[in-house]
T-cell receptor
Framework: EDQVTQSPEALRLQEGESSSLNCSYT??????LFWYRQDPGKGPEFLFT???AGEEKEKERLKATLTKKESFLHITAPKPEDSATYLC?????????????FGTGTKLQVIP | GAVVSQHPSWVICKSGTSVKIECRSL??????MFWYRQFPKQSLMLMAT?????????EQGVEKDKFLINHASLTLSTLTVTSAHPEDSSFYIC????????????FGPGTRLTVL
């Protein structure tokens, strides 16, 4: 069974204090790993897709990396507007079709 | 970037009635659309995968007769919650998948359903 685990569950940072969020996965036939941010009461906002181990992508203060077992979302010098729940999901082959499995998310709070 | 819309964004209905939620990809054609539900403080739970022109694939434990999915075109999928009950109250989110070599899915803003 595909599993996606995110850690920590919640994280509080001071503005400017860099940190990393982790997404560990156990799937067969990985086709892609997605990172999203979700604000309360809204749908997830797409951030990145990573397709193979060693791949990295950056967007403003965010950088996502991927290995064969996990992905990290690095947040450099975060600002209060970065506060949100960050979700990772994997797209994998499952029983003849493709399935998306989400982690439970990391709730990030950035304090001014 | 790719935009996915959902309608309505918020609906309240009486127990026993049916509610239809629309999901549209506005500036691209989606090979596949997914339907999720999300309970408060929980992650997204995949309900079904919808491919244009074919029957939806439902996840284990999701009643296909209760959650009717119609994928009429490459830009529109609908989810109908039939004979809704209070336990169906949830946040329903769709996503549209852009396939090919750069496989990505984009999410709609979600629909908050409250069944009285």
């Amino acid at each position: 069974e595909d599993q996606v685990t995110q850690s920590p569950e919640a994280l509080r940072l001071q503005e400017g204090e860099s940190s990393s969020l982790n997404c560990s996965y156990t799937v067969s036939g990985l086709r892609g790993l997605f990172w999203y941010r979700q604000d309360p009461g809204k749908g997830p906002e797409f951030l990145f897709t990573l397709y193979s181990a060693g791949e990295e992508k950056e967007k403003e203060r965010l950088k996502a990396t991927l290995t064969k077992k996990e992905s990290f979302l690095h947040i450099t010098a975060p600002k209060p507007e970065d506060s949100a729940t960050y979700l990772c999901a994997v797209l994998a082959n499952s029983g003849g079709y493709q399935k998306v499995t989400f982690g439970t998310g990391t709730k990030l709070q950035v304090i001014p | 970037g790719a935009v996915v819309s959902q309608h309505p964004s918020w609906v309240i209905c009486k127990s026993g009635t049916s509610v239809k939620i629309e999901c549209r990809s506005l500036d691209f054609q989606a090979t596949t659309m997914f339907w999720y539900r999300q309970f408060p403080k929980q992650s997204l739970m995949l309900m079904a995968t919808s491919n244009e022109g074919s029957k939806a694939t439902y996840e284990q434990g999701v009643e296909k007769d209760k959650f009717l999915i119609n994928h009429a075109s490459l830009t529109l999928s609908t989810l109908t919650v039939t004979s809704a009950h209070p336990e169906d109250s949830s946040f329903y989110i769709c996503s549209a998948r852009v396939g090919g070599t750069k496989d990505t899915q984009y999410f709609g803003p979600g629909t908050r359903l409250t069944v009285l």
